[in-house]
């Protein structure tokens, strides 16, 4: 392989690294911003908040935070599996079918031991 057969690889990651920080920028430039007191006071629910804005958050919302990035992640790994899918055979399908498999009892597992429960 040599370097030319990246090339596209390289020329999307730099369009799409300077697209973003054009898009970030023109929205800030153009964008209205008038700071006032009453704007930057926060706001819950049209009442008064109690408290600090910034209280800690327990620890359970963190927990299916990270739950959903590894199940994010690992779901990833159907695309290249999908595409690839008829010259793996019934090996591919095998070995998918066991990921799947693991995927599945992680899942139950997180189920049952209740880090899907919102309380």
Do not use: C, Q
Not at 24 to 35: D, E, L, Q, T, Y
Not at 60 to 67: D, G, I, Q, R, T
Not at 75 to 88: E, G, K, Y
Not at 90 to 107: D, K, P, Q, R, S
């Amino acid at each position: 392989m040599t370097i030319l057969e990246f090339g596209p690889v390289g020329a999307l990651l730099v369009i799409s690294i300077a697209l973003a920080f054009i898009i970030a920028n023109i929205s800030r430039v153009m964008g209205p911003h008038k700071p006032t007191y009453r704007k930057l006071v926060p706001y819950e629910s049209g009442m008064k908040p109690i408290g600090p804005a910034t209280r800690r958050l327990p620890v359970k919302f963190y927990l299916v935070a990270v739950l959903f990035i590894i199940f994010d992640i690992e779901v990833i790994f159907f695309l290249p599996w999908a595409v690839t899918m008829r010259d793996l055979g019934v090996y591919g399908l095998a070995v998918m079918g066991v990921f799947t498999l693991i995927l599945v009892v992680g899942f139950i597992y997180e189920w049952k031991k209740g880090g899907l429960e919102w309380e």
